[in-house]
């Protein structure tokens, strides 16, 4: 009785075994078969993945460079016409400074020249003087009394 149990169990232990073995054999065959579908998938996947970003890589460049063009254009033409209209404002407040001055400076320049304008009239020179200076003047230029220069 012993041994056939004994029998048995070994019977029953090498039949476990074969059965183990095969299970093994089959899994490992459905592991190799699974593992080449996953990365055929994987390299199909891959692949559209590839057609897709360069489907939209090439006009997302396009439209980034086109977007840095416009940018940096508008901003450059802006940053010109700033300077620009800068500088013809700062010209202007020069101009408006020096009409303002003009009064000034041309009473400097009548005080300095005791009052005596220069003029001609038909290539003829005569220096035209203030009021009062001369007694009976010789000629009139202007309704001011002058003096006329010699042409020589």
């Known amino acids: 009785m012993r041994r056939r149990l004994r ?18 054999e089959n899994s490992r065959r459905v592991a190799r078969n699974a593992l080449g579908t996953i990365e055929r998938d994987t390299e199909e996947a891959t692949g559209k993945v590839r057609e897709l970003v360069k489907a939209w890589l090439r006009p997302l460049i396009v439209g980034l460079n086109l977007w840095i063009g416009f940018f940096g254009g508008s901003w450059a033409t802006m940053r010109w016409l700033s300077r620009n209209n800068q500088a013809r404002i ?7 400074r020096d009409v ?26 005569f220096v035209v003087v203030p009021d009062g200076v001369l007694a009976r003047p010789p000629w009139w230029v202007d309704d001011r009394p002058a003096l006329k220069l010699s042409n020589e």
């Not at 700062?90 to 408006?96: Q, S």
């Not at 041309?106 to 009052?115: D, F, K, M, S």
């Open 100 to 125: 303002k001055d003009t009064p000034r400076t041309l009473a400097q320049l009548e005080a300095g020249t005791w009052g005596l304008v220069f003029r001609e009239i038909k290539g003829e020179r």
């Open 7 to 24: 029998n048995a169990r070994r019977e029953i232990e090498e039949l476990t075994a074969s059965e183990l073995a095969r299970l093994g």
């Open 90 to 96: 700062e010209t202007r407040a020069g101009l408006n």
